[in-house]
């Protein structure tokens, strides 16, 4: 599913909008940036409540599809201007990280 | 391929910065044709260290050396060292700070995932001198 469908279906809040033709193939719940940098398979939309500059770089390293920031939490200034300059696709939802999780999921299988 | 070889220095303590290295090595490796999966391995576990040298050690320096058969990353810096290298290695084993964690730092697999994401892992670290991590991933399985 492109990352301009998953918008679509899920009506989350664009933040950023980077590649929106981009697949995503899986989804990955996590907010210790180590830790989705081991385990997020590429390609995932990834819930987080980590709204800073260095969930941007984690998600271009270790090449995650699209970030959703879970429960409407602040996202940086600093982390959108990093997201817009290196192309990187953001979303907001006021859901809990599992609930959206779980409807991209449904939406992906 | 002829070698080619890169040198960063990463500033410590600066985390707006941390990860630009680690994202210039993965533009270039994407230029020079390297498939995905190895990019992607290399990028980890160089991002991995670069914060690594921005929390721990005041920074430090980046050193990747691409040739015909592999990559190889030298991460190199003249912090305080780590006492006991057997348990920085020990997944989820952290001396981060409180106000590092609440970044999201701090999970304790820095090193782990150093090591997971390489095909060869060597670190030598002394007290009161500083920290060499030599890593190498293989361009062809």
């Given at each position: 599913?492109?990352?301009?469908?998953?918008?679509?279906?899920?009506?989350?809040?664009?933040?950023?909008?980077?590649?929106?033709?981009?697949?995503?193939?899986?989804?990955?719940?996590?907010?210790?940036?180590?830790?989705?940098?081991?385990?997020?398979?590429?390609?995932?939309?990834?819930?987080?409540?980590?709204?800073?500059?260095?969930?941007?770089?984690?998600?271009?390293?270790?090449?995650?599809?699209?970030?959703?920031?879970?429960?409407?939490?602040?996202?940086?200034?600093?982390?959108?201007?990093?997201?817009?300059?290196?192309?990187?696709?953001?979303?907001?939802?006021?859901?809990?990280?599992?609930?959206?999780?779980?409807?991209?999921?449904?939406?992906?299988? | 391929?002829?070698?080619?070889?890169?040198?960063?220095?990463?500033?410590?303590?600066?985390?707006?910065?941390?990860?630009?290295?680690?994202?210039?090595?993965?533009?270039?490796?994407?230029?020079?044709?390297?498939?995905?999966?190895?990019?992607?391995?290399?990028?980890?576990?160089?991002?991995?260290?670069?914060?690594?040298?921005?929390?721990?050690?005041?920074?430090?320096?980046?050193?990747?050396?691409?040739?015909?058969?592999s990559?190889t990353?030298?991460?190199?810096?003249?912090?305080?060292?780590?006492?006991?290298?057997?348990?920085?290695?020990?997944?989820?084993?952290?001396?981060?700070?409180?106000?590092?964690?609440?970044?999201?730092?701090?999970?304790?697999?820095?090193?782990?995932?150093?090591?997971?994401?390489?095909d060869e892992?060597?670190?030598?670290?002394?007290?009161?001198?500083?920290?060499?991590?030599?890593m190498k991933?293989?361009?062809?399985?």
């Open positions: 599913m492109k990352i301009k469908d998953l918008v679509k279906s899920t009506g989350f809040e664009v933040v950023n909008e980077g590649d929106f033709d981009r697949e995503v193939s899986g989804v990955y719940c996590c907010d210790l940036l180590s830790w989705v940098m081991g385990r997020a398979p590429a390609d995932s939309a990834w819930l987080t409540v980590m709204g800073n500059m260095n969930a941007v770089a984690v998600s271009v390293l270790a090449d995650i599809s699209v970030i959703v920031f879970a429960e409407n939490s602040a996202v940086d200034p600093t982390a959108i201007a990093k997201a817009a300059e290196q192309g990187v696709s953001l979303l907001k939802t006021n859901k809990p990280a599992f609930e959206a999780g779980l409807l991209i999921n449904e939406l992906l299988s | 391929m002829s070698a080619l070889t890169l040198h960063y220095d990463v500033p410590g303590d600066d985390f707006t910065r941390a990860g630009e290295a680690s994202s210039d090595i993965k533009n270039k490796l994407k230029q020079m044709g390297i498939s995905p999966d190895v990019i992607r391995n290399v990028a980890i576990a160089t991002y991995e260290g670069e914060i690594n040298m921005v929390i721990h050690a005041n920074g430090g320096t980046i050193d990747a050396a691409i040739d015909a058969e990559i990353l030298t991460i190199k810096d003249t912090g305080g060292g780590i006492p006991d290298v057997e348990l920085a290695m020990q997944e989820g084993y952290t001396t981060a700070q409180e106000h590092i964690r609440a970044l999201g730092f701090g999970a304790g697999m820095g090193l782990p995932n150093m090591k997971k994401y390489t892992f060597n670190i030598t670290s002394e007290v009161g001198k500083g920290t060499e991590v030599i991933v293989y361009l062809s399985k």
